[in-house]
């Protein structure tokens, strides 16, 4: 990985399922579907949004609980049901003022492949699909769901020295 790419990232932009998730689902009688976050992921998107950062959400998936839970960590926007990424990704420089050359996009399965050559740093998290981290430029050494979203925010953060700083 070109790591200069990382002095660069102002936007973070991530799937959800098999990245802020395990991939997994529990699915009640009554034909809810649960997943469970990392709190760490979250707090390391909140550091970020406190730095300046933007962090924008693009997911296929529909789930009111996942779509409240980003918001309320400060996500903006937060794209669900989204059947073309790609789609997403020009409202996001047409109407919300983001440069995808400024920005790093983490996703973990051939849906994300279609944005990975839009944007300057392509990530995926350890157990994406085999094509994803064939495709990524950096592959995080956290899974989906166990600190892959923290360890990239991290890493960019710590290179822009605001890793840690409380202003």
């Not at 009554?30 to 998107?45: H, I, P, Q, S």
């Not at 994406?128 to 495709?135: L, T």
Request: aromatic residues 8%.
């Amino acid at each position: 990985m070109d790591y200069s790419k990382l002095s660069k990232i102002e936007t973070f932009i991530f799937d959800v399922d098999g990245v802020f998730t395990n991939c997994r689902m529990l699915i009640t009688e009554a034909g809810e579907f649960l997943r469970t976050m990392n709190v760490r992921d979250g707090a390391a998107m909140k550091m970020a949004l406190k730095a300046g950062y933007r962090v924008c959400i693009i997911t296929k998936g529909s789930s009111l609980g996942v779509k409240d839970r980003l918001i309320f960590l400060g996500a903006h926007p937060v794209y669900d049901n989204v059947s073309d990424k790609r789609i997403a990704l020009k409202d996001l420089e047409a109407n919300h003022n983001i440069s995808l050359m400024n920005s790093l996009y983490m996703g973990d399965d051939l849906a994300d492949l279609v944005v990975f050559d839009k944007v300057l740093l392509a990530t995926c998290p350890r157990d994406a699909a085999p094509e994803v981290i064939k495709k990524a430029e950096f592959i995080s050494p956290k899974d989906g769901g166990d600190g892959c979203v923290r360890d990239i925010i991290e890493r960019v953060m710590r290179t822009q020295g605001k890793w840690g700083h409380s202003d």
